[in-house]
Every structure is written in structure tokens, then in C-alpha cells.
């Protein structure tokens, strides 16, 4: 199986999106290794640690990004730009990821098998 790319790109708690994305990384971690994920647009503030879930009404899912490194997904990236825009630094997010640029971005996204985006 050709490399996966799964893009997180909405706010935490907009929608079941984030926790529909994660399951499918999970599952696909269980028959390929070849699996990059890839924060940007607003999927970067679902990393961050101080999220209160309470008022929403849902359960944070911020724990089980933090298990991604025990299902061997270790290609996990957030775009440069989308931390400047959104006026964050790597150590406002809960897990650690790689910086990428939009022109590795895009390198990724040509290699890449399938994009599915959350």
C-alpha cells in the first residue's frame, strides 16, 4: 500500500471530523506503516493543551493524538505558516510534530497514495 496522507485541518470540537480522522489514522496504522499526518488551517488548535471540553459537551480526543507514537505514526508535521497565523508556538500543542513548509506540503501531497482530509 502507497503512503497515506491525512490532513487535520478544522477547529477541535466543530464536528465528529477530528475524531472521525483519528480513528481512520488508527485503523490504517494496523496494515501500513506508510502514514503522514499533517496539521493545518485550523487543525493545529486541536493540539492545544489547554482545551476545556466541559462546555462543549464532548469528550476531548487530545489524549488519543498523544497515542499516535504507539500505533507507529511517527510522520506527524504541522505547516510553518498555520502556527504563525494562528499566533502559536510548537510548545502550546500537546504532542510533538515536525515543522513542514507549504512546499513540503505539497512534495508530500503529490507522493501520497490518498488524501483524506479532516
Known sequence: MSQL???????PHQSANSREGL???L???????????????LGPLQLLTNQVTD?????????????????DVEAVYVLDTCLQDLGLQQ???AIELKV???????KLRRNAHAILRF
Open 5 to 11: 496522507l491525512y490532513e487535520f485541518v478544522s477547529s
Open 23 to 25: 480513528d481512520a489514522v
Open 27 to 41: 485503523a490504517a496504522s494496523a496494515v501500513t506503516d506508510d502514514i503522514v499526518v499533517v496539521f493545518h488551517q
Open 55 to 71: 462546555q462543549a459537551l464532548v469528550r476531548s480526543i487530545l489524549p488519543t493524538f498523544k497515542m499516535l507514537d504507539l500505533y
Open 91 to 93: 510548545s502550546d500543542l
Open 100 to 106: 513542514l513548509s507549504l512546499k513540503d506540503l505539497t
